[in-house]
C-alpha cells in the first residue's frame, strides 16, 4: 500500500491527517490534543460516491478561529465543535486525483474551504470552487488576500466600518492575516492607520511596507491607555478589533464621537475559559460617545464576496494591495504552525504547505 | 425682601438653590457635595436681560445623568461637568414671572430642559418651549412620557432597536423613567417583553399593569445567568441596558443571532470610579452571535422629536401607554429624592414638584 514502487496501479495511498484527541478548554493546544494519524485512503473509482471527488491537499491557511471549534463548549463563537477523533478542516486548495462529477477533471485546482487536514480526501463537490489556470495568481493569494483574511478585512473596513477620508483608524493584530488587509484598505480610503502588533520587527514593517502611518509593539508599550493617547492625539473614529481584553478596554477610553468598532474576533481571549476571560469596564463611553459596535462573521456576507473578489484582483493587477505569509512546510508542521499563530511571531498569514 | 408682608410690591424674592459644593467621584452624593442655599432675586424689570425670562420653577424631573456631571472627571458620558458653586440643572416646567421676549407672557407654562434647581431664575429664552394650557395634558406628563423619559425609550426600542413583531425583549430598570416606556413600546410592537426590576411589588405593577409578560427581582434571582436561561428560553432578541455591568454581561450569554443592544445609560456603574468599574467578559460572543451594540445620547436625535411627540400624544389619548411617577415635595426634598433614584425604591418616573 502506498510509498513503495509496485507493478500494478496502486489501489489506495497512504494518507496523514491530524484528527482532534481530546478538547482542549485553556491553553495553546498541545499534541494531547490534536494528533496526526495515518490511513489508507482508496483510489478506487467506485469507493467515491457521486458527486464527490478525491483530493490532494496543497495548502491550508492556519485560522485562529479553529481555536473555538475545539474547546468542547458550545458557547464560543457559536460555530459547532468538531467532534472528537474527527480530522480537523481549514480553508485550503487541493488538486483533484479522482472526480465523481463530470464538471470536475483530474488536475483541476479546487478551493475548498472545509478541506481536511489531511494528505487526501474524498469530499462532496458542492463547496469546490475550480482555480483558473489561465489567471495568473499565485496560489497562496487564493487563501491569502482573496480568501478569508482578505475578505474579513474588507468587510471590518469597507462595509462595516466604512469610515470617512481623514479618520482615524486603529487596527489590533495589525499584522495578522486579516489585519495587514484591514491596514492597506483604511489606507486606500485616505484614513490615518496606527496598527499594534508583537514584535519591533513587525512594527517597521508595518510602516515601511504597508503603509501604516504608526505603528506600536503592544509588549513593550503595554501601558494601552498610554499608547493610543500618544498615536491618536485626536482620538479613533474606526477600530478594527482582533484582540478583545484590555485593549478593547483601552480602545473605548479613546474613541470620538460616534465611532464605530468592528469585531472579528478575539485572539487574546480564546485560550481561556470563559468565566476568567478579561472584563472590559469602559463600556459606559459607548453612551457618551454614542459608539457603535458590532461583531461579525464572513458567512453572513457571502453574498458580498464576488463584489469583494473583483475589487481585490483589480488592487492585486494594480499593485495596491500587499501580502505576506509565512509557509509552514509538511503536514507534520501544522500543530507547530498553529502554535505559531497565538505567539506574535509571524507576519502575516500563517500557511501550511501539504504538497506542491 | 421676601417673606414678611409690606406696603409696596416687593422688589425681591427668596429663592432656594441646589448648587454644587464639592464633586462626588464616587458613592452616591450626599449634603456634602450638593448644598441648598438662599438667595434674593430681583423682580425688577430693569435687572432681567433682553431675550431673557425671570421663571418660576413648578417641577423637575430627577434623572440619574445628573450623576455623571458632579464627578469633577470629564470622561464620564462626556458631558460637561457642573462647576462648583454653579446650580445644578435639571428637565422642568415652570412659570413665567417677568418677561423680556414678546414671546413670553407672564404667567406662561414653559418646559425647560435646562431649568436651575432653584425656586427662582432668569433664564435665556431660546430653549423655553410654551405648554398649550388647551391640551388638556397633565403637566408631570410633558416631562414624564412627552419629555426625556419617553423620548430615550423610544429610540431605544423603535429606533435603534426596532425589533420584529414576535421578537423576544429584556429591558433592564424597567420600572424606571425610561424602562416603564420601553416596555410598552416594545407591547405596541408585538413582542414578548421581560423586565428586571428591584422590587417584587414592582415586578408585580409591571406585569400587571404595564403589560410586560414576565419580570424578576434582580436583587432575589441575583444569579442573572439564570434568570435569563429562565426567563428566555428562546434568547434575546433586543435588549435596552439601562445598568450596564454584570448584567449586561449575562444578556451576552443569551443573545440570539443577530441581537441588538441599545445602551441608554448605566446606572449599576455610575457611583463607581472608572478603573472600580464592572468588567464585562462575555464580549466575545458579539462575534459568534453578530450582536449590535450601541450606546446614544437624546441630544443627536432631536430632529425627531415632533415625530414622537405626535405618537406618544395619539397613545396618550388612545390611552395605549401608561405612566406612573413618584412625586416628592418641595425643593427642600430635592437631595433625597436624587438619592432615590438609586436605591430601586421608586415606580416609574422621580419627580420633584416645587410649586403648584
Known amino acids: 500500500m502506498g510509498g513503495g514502487a509496485g507493478v500494478a496501479a496502486a489501489t489506495t495511498v497512504e494518507s496523514k491527517e491530524w484528527y482532534l484527541a481530546a478538547y482542549a478548554p485553556q491553553n495553546i493546544p498541545t499534541?494531547?490534543?490534536?494528533?496526526?494519524r495515518t490511513v489508507n485512503v482508496s483510489l478506487e473509482y467506485d469507493s467515491i460516491p457521486d458527486q464527490h471527488v478525491l483530493v490532494q491537499l496543497l495548502m491550508i491557511t492556519v485560522d485562529p478561529y479553529l481555536r473555538n471549534v475545539i474547546t468542547g463548549r458550545?458557547?464560543?463563537l457559536y460555530l459547532p465543535q468538531i467532534l472528537l477523533n474527527k480530522v480537523l478542516t481549514e480553508f485550503g486548495i487541493g488538486r483533484v486525483v479522482r472526480s465523481k462529477n463530470i464538471n470536475f477533471n483530474e488536475g483541476d485546482i479546487v478551493i475548498n474551504p472545509f478541506s481536511s487536514i489531511a494528505e487526501y480526501s474524498v469530499v462532496p463537490s458542492d463547496f469546490l470552487r475550480k482555480i483558473d489556470p489561465t489567471a495568473n495568481i499565485a496560489l497562496p493569494n487564493y487563501i491569502n488576500c482573496l480568501g478569508l483574511p482578505g475578505f474579513t478585512a474588507w468587510?471590518?473596513?469597507d462595509v462595516i466600518g466604512n469610515p470617512a477620508p481623514g479618520s482615524n483608524v486603529f487596527i489590533s493584530a495589525a499584522a495578522g492575516g486579516v489585519g495587514m488587509f484591514a491596514g492597506?484598505?483604511?489606507?486606500?480610503?485616505?484614513?490615518r492607520v496606527v496598527g499594534s502588533t508583537g514584535s519591533d520587527e513587525k512594527v517597521q514593517i508595518l510602516k515601511d511596507e504597508f503603509g501604516y502611518d504608526q505603528a506600536f509593539n503592544?509588549?513593550?508599550?503595554?501601558?494601552?491607555?498610554?499608547?493610543?493617547?500618544?498615536?491618536?492625539?485626536?482620538?479613533?473614529d474606526l477600530y478594527l478589533d482582533n484582540v478583545g481584553g484590555k485593549m478593547l478596554e483601552a480602545v473605548l477610553n479613546h474613541v470620538n464621537k460616534g465611532a464605530r468598532i468592528a469585531i472579528t474576533g478575539m485572539m487574546s481571549q480564546y485560550n481561556t475559559i470563559p468565566?476568567?476571560?478579561?472584563g472590559v469596564n469602559s463600556l459606559l463611553n459607548m453612551v457618551g460617545k454614542e459608539v457603535k459596535m458590532e461583531g461579525f462573521l464572513c458567512g453572513s456576507y457571502l453574498n458580498r464576496f464576488g463584489e469583494f473578489e473583483t475589487l481585490m484582483e483589480t488592487y492585486l493587477k494594480e499593485e495596491k494591495i500587499k501580502s505576506k505569509h509565512k509557509?509552514?512546510?509538511g503536514i507534520?508542521?501544522?500543530l507547530e504552525s498553529f502554535a505559531s499563530v497565538f505567539s506574535s511571531s509571524n507576519m502575516g498569514k500563517v500557511i501550511l504547505q501539504v504538497a506542491s
Chains 1, 2 share one sequence.
Not at 218 to 236: C, H, T, V, W
Open 184 to 191: 492597506q484598505f483604511a489606507k486606500l480610503k485616505g484614513c
Open 218 to 236: 503592544y509588549r513593550k508599550e503595554s501601558d494601552f491607555n498610554a499608547a493610543l493617547a500618544k498615536y491618536f492625539p485626536n482620538g479613533i
Open 155 to 157: 468587510i471590518g473596513i
Open 332 to 334: 507534520e508542521s501544522f
Open 327 to 329: 509557509i509552514y512546510q
Open 31 to 36: 499534541s494531547e490534543h490534536i494528533k496526526l
Open 74 to 76: 458550545d458557547g464560543d
Open 275 to 278: 468565566a476568567e476571560r478579561e
